[in-house]
């Protein structure tokens, strides 16, 4: 099994969507795909006043629900505040172990899983854990999610820097329209600048509400995305 880990640059940048653009593409493509995210926060309830998280109902979703939602997400909080911090309002705490293995259910049963963070890349997931470190331990390379508006070159040049820094393999930086906002015309420049200020692959941006992604042109893009998975080593 090889792995790929979506973080982002905040939150609320669209990380679920993109992962659920990517889980679908490869499920029709008959690839043998699953998704984990080690924990979440902030849960809204159902109709029966139930707490249901709609970042795992939508993974889920992507994945046709063939496979267990305890094994898409393994440790779930209800505050919509980050991991560490929802399982204090709990009394309890984010069980790092878990973060960690919380994916062996995965190995037997598929080739590639789709990891996603909670927040941006260093937001907590447990006490003394963030979502880099996590990545770190899992070995799986990045693949950065940030918003396509104005202020994402200062945002994105952060989250690339501190990565590397810390010795992160990067798969790429996906931007992600996660709202429609037609004045903000930095939106039609912002892959191209980008491109000229990292060697990291800008793979290119997802409109609003479209399921195509796009290069600065506006021309669809085709990724290879079994290749970006195969930056890790197999684990399992």
């Known amino acids: 099994m090889r792995g790929l880990f979506i973080t982002g640059t905040d939150t609320g940048v669209g990380k679920t969507y993109i992962a659920c653009q990517i889980l679908k593409t490869m499920n ?3 690839v043998s795909v699953g998704a984990y995210k080690p924990v979440c926060s902030g849960s809204l309830p159902d109709a029966s006043g139930k707490p249901r998280w709609e970042d795992l109902d939508h993974l889920s979703a992507a994945l046709d629900h063939r496979f267990p939602l305890k094994w898409i997400g393994p440790q779930r909080f209800d505050a919509a505040v980050a991991p560490p911090r929802a399982a204090r309002l709990e009394s309890s705490r984010v069980d790092e172990d878990l973060l960690l293995h919380g994916l062996n259910p995965w190995k037997e049963q598929i080739d590639y899983l789709l990891v996603e963070g909670a927040g941006g890349l260093l937001s907590p997931v447990s006490d003394s854990m963030s979502n880099l470190d996590l990545a770190l331990s899992l070995g799986f390379p990045l693949l950065i999610v940030a918003r396509a508006g104005l202020g994402t070159i200062n945002h994105s040049l952060l989250t690339i820097e501190v990565a590397r820094s810390r010795g992160a393999r990067l798969a790429g930086l996906l931007l992600n329209e996660s709202h429609a906002d037609c004045d903000d015309i930095s939106r039609q420049y912002n892959c191209e600048d980008l ?11 997802w409109p609003h509400d479209e399921s195509d992604l796009v290069d600065e ?20």
């Open 28 to 30: 029709q493509a008959g």
């Open 195 to 205: 491109a000229s200020w990292t060697d990291c692959p800008v793979l290119g941006c």
């Open 217 to 236: 042109n506006g021309l669809t893009v085709s990724v290879d995305w079994l290749n970006l998975f195969d930056l890790s080593p197999k684990v399992g």
